[in-house]
Structures are given as structure tokens and as C-alpha cells.
């Protein structure tokens, strides 16, 4: 089982269904949303684990609001629950995951002003940043790469910890990944097991 939700964020201009949203997070993701400043990081934040709740409800995946916790990498997991997890969200998009092998997904908003040059170094490693200045289309092979890397520190459970500059995404063996753009939005999931994606675009 790998299911994959992705939705846009925009029906949560609407205050009196973000509300409706933020009421019904756990405890622990209503304070995560609260330490935002900016309205809509807190918007991405409830839009997000409510299509992760959304995708768990559709798969009938039982859980309770306490069972939601956070380990030492940032990493979410289900107490007492052989489901593995994850989410992403930026700009305008939020993507969830859940699967019966470990997962990882990303999103990023693709920003065109960009200062991609001072980015690289802290995302590419070196054979990266000498292949990737052949590049004839950079903006577009920067983001899938960086959200490639990203979905696979997220799959093996060290996130940003890992170090994205110490990972070569082409000498990564045993992962898998499915790659897509839309609407200036780049994704990707990345997955372990050799497994169908069931992947689809929602409504909030």
C-alpha cells in the first residue's frame, strides 16, 4: 500500500473552514501551527495533516489524536500502528503520504527568482554542482533534485539532519522515486519498497 493525497491550500482562505480544520488537528499539531507567523504557513500547516487525516480516514487506518508523535529526527509517527507517514507543504500545495513501507514526499513551490547559486552548495554535493552547471534547463533540475533528496532524508527517517550536500541522488540504491510538476510546484515521493502509487489530486 503506498496513498498519496496532494491538494491546494486555497479553500482554507475561507476562516470559517480553516477553523473548522484547526479545531479538529491534535493538540500537538495545534500548537506546531500556532508558532507560525505568517497566516499562511499556519494555513499550509492545518491544510497539510488535515489531508493526512483525511487520506487515513479514506483508508480506514484507525488512530486516536494522541497516537500523532514526533521523534527525535522530526519525523511523525503512529503509536501502536504498523503505517508509515509523511507530509510536505509549500506555496500553494500540501502532500501527504501513507504507506506500509517507509515514505518520503516533498513539495516545493517553484520560485523563478530563486538564488539558486547560494542554495546549491548547501543542497548538491560536488559531482552534483559539476554536472549540474551542463545543465540547459537549471531551475527546473535544481528543485527536482532538491526535492528528491528531500523525500529520500524523509524516507529513511533523518530529514534535514542527513545533510542533503553529503548525498549523490544517483548513487542511491534500493529507493524508488516518482517525480511531478504542477502549477510551479515540484514533487516527489520516495519509497523503498517496490510498490503501486495510488497517487491523487484532492479538495480540501
Not at 496513498?3 to 480544520?21: C, G, M, R, S, W
Not at 511523525?76 to 509549500?90: A, E, K, R
Not at 513551490?109 to 538564488?115: L, S, W, Y
Request: hydrophobic share 35%.
Amino acid at each position: 500500500m503506498l496513498k498519496v493525497y496532494y491538494a491546494k491550500i486555497d479553500p482554507l482562505y475561507n476562516q470559517e473552514k480553516y477553523l473548522a480544520y484547526y479545531q479538529a488537528l491534535p493538540k500537538t499539531r495545534q500548537k506546531r501551527t500556532d508558532n507560525y507567523v505568517d497566516a499562511e504557513d499556519r494555513m499550509r500547516s492545518v491544510a497539510a495533516f488535515t489531508l493526512l487525516l483525511k487520506l487515513l480516514n479514506d483508508n480506514k487506518v484507525s488512530y486516536q489524536n494522541d497516537d500523532f508523535k514526533i521523534d527525535q529526527y522530526g519525523k511523525l509517527y503512529l503509536v501502536n500502528s504498523d503505517v508509515y507517514l509523511n507530509l510536505s507543504h509549500s506555496g500553494s500545495y500540501v502532500i501527504a503520504a501513507i504507506s506500509d513501507a517507509p515514505v518520503g514526499v516533498d513539495v516545493e513551490h517553484i520560485e523563478k527568482n530563486h538564488k539558486i547559486k547560494e542554495l546549491i552548495k548547501y543542497v548538491l554535493d560536488n559531482k552534483e554542482i559539476e554536472e549540474f552547471s551542463k545543465s540547459k534547463n537549471q531551475i527546473k533540475d535544481f528543485y527536482l533534485m532538491w526535492t528528491k533528496k528531500e523525500s529520500y532524508t524523509k524516507c529513511i527517517g533523518k530529514g534535514l539532519s542527513a545533510g542533503m550536500n553529503t548525498i549523490n541522488i544517483n548513487k542511491i540504491k534500493d529507493f524508488h522515486f516518482k517525480c511531478f510538476d504542477k502549477e510551479n510546484h515540484q514533487f516527489a515521493i520516495c519509497y523503498k519498497a517496490k510498490l503501486v502509487i495510488d497517487s491523487k489530486e484532492i479538495e480540501l
